[in-house]
């Protein structure tokens, strides 16, 4: 008895065609949640408060990051940190005051990876409510461990003084920031 194969043949070569496109369109999908994470994280970091007695401003930028991390997950939110501060690095003008460059403040763009991806995490996590406040304030107090190290060795300066800049001004916002996560995430499961 000989058996019909071209019909499993043809549904199995109509797979192997199909497989390459959707991984393509997987990938551009992927692509553009991370360029949009990334442009939220930018747009939502231009409102920025210069404070001066320190080069850090007071910016939305780790709630950008928190945000991002928490609607887009973990590695998302992640990769948009870390294009960000790419871009950045080179330049770009995606930091507060549509400016760019490894400046003093650097460090806390590179925490925003931190940030997002623990943000992802809470975001994800059954966490109730004060749980999930604790755990959006490590994430966003991550930021500061690369932000204040970062800002000593910019400003050659003691770490008391890196945390007097870089930690102290900004404890009541990131409380706020936090509060607000930790109850938008709630809500969102």
Known sequence: ??????SATGATGAA??????????LAARETALIILGTAAIALIGQVSLPLPFTPVPVTLGTLAALGVGAALGSLRGIASSLLLAGLAAVGAPVLAGWSGG??????????????AGLAGRVARSDAGLPARFALMLIASG?????GVMWLKIALGVGWGKAVAL???????GDLLKSAFMAV??????
């Open 1 to 6: 008895m000989i058996k019909n194969t071209s």
């Open 16 to 25: 192997t065609a199909a497989a390459p496109a959707s991984h393509l369109a």
């Open 102 to 115: 490894v400046t003093a403040s650097f460090g806390y763009v590179l925490g925003y990876a931190l940030a």
């Open 142 to 146: 991550s930021v500061f461990v690369p």
């Open 166 to 172: 870089g930690l102290t001004p900004f404890l009541i």
């Open 184 to 189: 938008v995430t709630a809500k969102r499961r």
